[in-house]
């Protein structure tokens, strides 16, 4: 009989069910470390605007000067940040949503096929996007979180440092730039 944990007695030791179908025995499916409520609640704090990386990057265009739309719902993949008077559309990224490539894209352990599933499906979105949005005459600008998250990185130096090359796409011909670009490999 199982627990309410998904556990089974087996005499002395506790074997694991899998978590999708109960199985006893089964590899499981899905192992997740926190409850259900837990995991919710967690995703559900995943913000699709507004977030801090693009809150940051506002505010660093703004204090140079650059006047922006947000989230413009008429364009291609909605952008994060619109400037009309340059043609130019931001996105700022998050690496694994978006899987960048690099070392933050990495897929999670559990559901690898449905995460896989998933995330492709966010990247073909992306693609599409800035396709579209180059199709419309607009110039694209991709900012990757990577950019200015992680180990050895001066979070506030590179965002600075960012923006500045974002000033200078801006006041350019150039159609399209992500910064960082993609990894090769």
């Not at 995991?39 to 809150?55: H, W």
């Not at 922006?68 to 949503?97: E, M, N, Q």
């Not at 949005?133 to 979070?155: H, N, S």
């Not at 590179?158 to 960082?180: N, Q």
Request: charged fraction near 30%; charge should be positive.
């Amino acid at each position: 009989m199982l627990s309410a944990g998904g556990f089974r007695d087996v005499g002395q030791k506790l074997e694991i069910a899998c978590a999708s179908c109960y199985t006893p025995g089964c590899e499981p499916c899905e192992v997740d470390r926190v409850s259900g409520r837990t995991r919710s609640r967690m995703m559900a704090s995943v913000r699709a605007r507004d977030t801090k990386p693009e809150l940051a990057v506002r505010l660093r265009l703004f204090a140079m000067g650059f006047r922006y739309r947000l989230h413009r719902r008429d364009l291609p993949g909605t952008p994060d940040i619109v400037l009309p008077k340059y043609s130019a559309a931001i996105l700022v990224h998050g690496c694994f949503w978006h899987q960048h490539g690099c070392r933050r894209s990495q897929l999670p352990e559990t559901r690898r096929e449905w995460w896989k599933t998933k995330l492709l499906e966010n990247r073909r979105r992306d693609e599409a996007s800035v396709d579209g949005l180059k199709a419309l005459g607009w110039r694209v600008l991709v900012i990757w979180e990577c950019g200015f998250r992680g180990p050895g990185i001066a979070r506030e130096e590179a965002l600075d440092r960012i923006a500045g090359r974002a000033a200078r796409f801006l006041r350019s011909r150039r159609r399209f730039l992500a910064i960082p670009a993609a990894p090769s490999g």
